[in-house]
């Protein structure tokens, strides 16, 4: 069975074809630029690339594309459109609505519309990238939905519900909500085999941390909390988003700064986090680069992040009643070796201690164990498969399993 997994945006959509017998991927690229003036970027298995310039006025236009290089005669990796199974589809958010991946009917299409002020950008794009698959694959194709929130829904009211006036979570459904969820699900369950254990049985805290990144505490395989909330703006600092902080910050540089909601959600977004405290980049290595160069701020910026990352580790170890392992994930999580070593250092007091030859040995895509044999906490690097999750739920509600 050969599944084709889409990662859609407003203006992009991501693609891979997976060959569900190995799990192997035969083809992915990316759709860029959609409704400006577009670009193609496409490699297959067998090393074949190429990227074009190409008019992609809508995700119509970008699926067509997808469809040609799939069955393209010199980089294509099917003869026919009749290979494909199945589409599973990213949606990050499923709100209230949707705690578990579902098949594509109007229903559902129509219930991630009505999510769209919870996600405007996200939910508004995958909406238009859904209809828009319905149309150029067709309606006998089935179609699987699979969302970032899904995972962390399992949260109990005392840690999604937020202390302002309860009728603002009947209202407008203001509630913590949690993103990532597809990759701490995928990371969890690794780290549960890597073990040796089965996954009911432990006590994990997931670290995603890339350009955009959370924490998630998963007790006997589901979470009890996330760092990400609302809006993937909570948390800690990220590239250039802020984070948690006091949210009269933000009312007083409003005041101060004459800004509109507009605007300060630019700048908390958009203009904070890395970016913002380092005043170099939001891209970690440009950060890195100038830490070794001498550069205080960026130095700074590291600290923060290792510092606030720390904090809640510890946070979740108290809300778990202890911790059995813990895993780092994503692009820092995975290449970044100071990142891992540092925050462990602060982990000291609960008994963490790193093996640094294996944690030096964790990066381009190595997957193991970093802690050392008498650490308290097993601590892993396991590289992240959100298009693997996103094909294994397709291929399962397609033949009428559950997941």
Excluded: W
């Excluded at 999580?333 to 602060?346: A, P």
């Excluded at 964790?362 to 997957?367: A, C, E, K, P, V």
């Amino acid at each position: 069975m050969k599944i084709l997994v889409i990662n859609a945006g407003s203006s992009s959509l991501k693609f891979q074809l997976i060959d569900m017998d190995d799990e192997k991927v035969l083809a992915k690229g990316n759709c860029e630029r959609i409704g400006i003036d577009g670009l193609v970027g496409y490699k297959n298995a067998d090393g074949k690339e190429f990227k074009k310039e190409v008019t992609l006025p809508d995700h119509r236009a970008a699926f067509m594309e997808v469809k040609n290089a799939l069955t393209d005669a010199e980089y294509g990796v099917i003869s026919d459109l009749s290979e494909v199974s199945a589409i599973g589809h990213r949606i990050v958010q499923g709100g209230a609505i949707f705690s578990k991946s579902v098949l594509v009917n109007e229903e559902v299409i129509k219930g991630i519309e009505s999510l769209i002020p919870l996600a405007p950008l996200h939910n508004k794009g995958h909406v238009q990238a859904l209809r828009a698959c319905v149309e150029v694959f067709g309606e006998e194709l089935p179609q699987v939905v699979v969302f970032d929130t899904a995972f962390h829904s399992t949260m109990p009211e005392k840690a999604y519900i937020y202390p302002i006036p309860y009728e603002y979570y009947e209202k407008y459904q203001i509630r913590r909500y949690g993103f990532h969820g597809t990759s701490h699900r995928y990371v969890s369950g690794e780290c549960a085999k890597m073990m040796g254990k089965d996954i009911k049985d432990l006590k994990l805290i997931t670290c995603h941390i890339g350009n955009g990144s959370s924490i998630t505490a998963i007790d006997g395989g589901k979470v009890i909390d996330t760092s990400m909330g609302l809006t993937p703006l909570d948390g800690f600092m990220m590239g250039s988003r802020t984070g948690t902080l006091d949210p009269s910050v933000v009312t007083f540089i409003a005041e101060k700064e004459n800004l509109s909601p507009s605007e300060m959600s630019d700048l908390l977004n958009k203009k904070s986090g890395l970016l913002g405290v380092s005043g170099i980049s939001s891209d970690d290595r440009d950060v890195s680069k100038a830490e070794q160069e001498g550069n205080p701020r960026a130095h700074l910026a590291h600290e923060i992040l290792y510092y606030e990352v720390s904090k809640f580790i510890g946070g979740y170890y108290v809300a778990l009643g202890g911790c059995d392992g813990m895993v780092f994930t994503a692009g820092l999580g995975e290449n970044q070796v100071s990142l891992r070593e540092k925050i462990c250092e602060y982990l000291s007091c609960l008994g963490v201690k790193i093996d640094k030859e294996k944690n030096a040995a964790m990066i381009h895509g190595n997957s193991g164990k970093i802690s050392a044999d008498d650490s308290s906490i097993e601590v892993f690097v396991i590289p992240t498969n959100e298009e693997l999750v996103i094909a294994r739920d397709t291929k399962a509600i397609v033949e009428g399993k559950s997941i």
